[in-house]
Nanobody, 116 residues
Framework: QVQLVESGGGSVQPGGSLRLSCAAS????????MGWYRQAPGQQREMVAR???????NYVDSVKGRFTISRDNAKNTVDLQMNSLKPEDTAVYYC??????????WGQGTQVTVSS
């Protein structure tokens, strides 16, 4: 049974930081591309950051220089360090494990709210 369990969401003021973590089980973690997506109310889900099995990282333009994705294959975890948070970063953040378009898994999501 595949499980992706996110943690670390919460509320923070603009300019603050949060670190999201996703713990995976039931998959051969090291061969998956791991990613973080987000969905704000009324908007489509978008890719925020992803890291391939070869540690190649991609980010959506709006978070470059502020967010950092990392993975630990020994612990089966993928983290997202979010700095200089802005109100527009407010969304539900989802962990994703991608093998192919036909084989991927999602976490349940964790809320991030950036507000003064």
């Amino acid at each position: 049974q595949v499980q992706l369990v996110e943690s670390g969401g919460g509320s923070v003021q603009p300019g603050g930081s949060l670190r999201l973590s996703c713990a995976a089980s039931g998959i051969r973690f090291s061969i998956y591309t791991m990613g973080w997506y987000r969905q704000a109310p009324g908007q489509q889900r978008e890719m925020v950051a992803r890291i391939t099995r070869g540690y190649i990282r991609n980010y959506v333009d709006s978070v470059k220089g502020r967010f950092t994705i990392s993975r630990d294959n020994a612990k089966n975890t993928v983290d997202l360090q979010m700095n200089s948070l802005k109100p527009e970063d407010t969304a539900v953040y989802y962990c994703n494990a991608l093998m192919s378009t036909e084989v991927q898994h999602w976490g349940q999501g964790t809320q991030v709210t950036v507000s003064s």
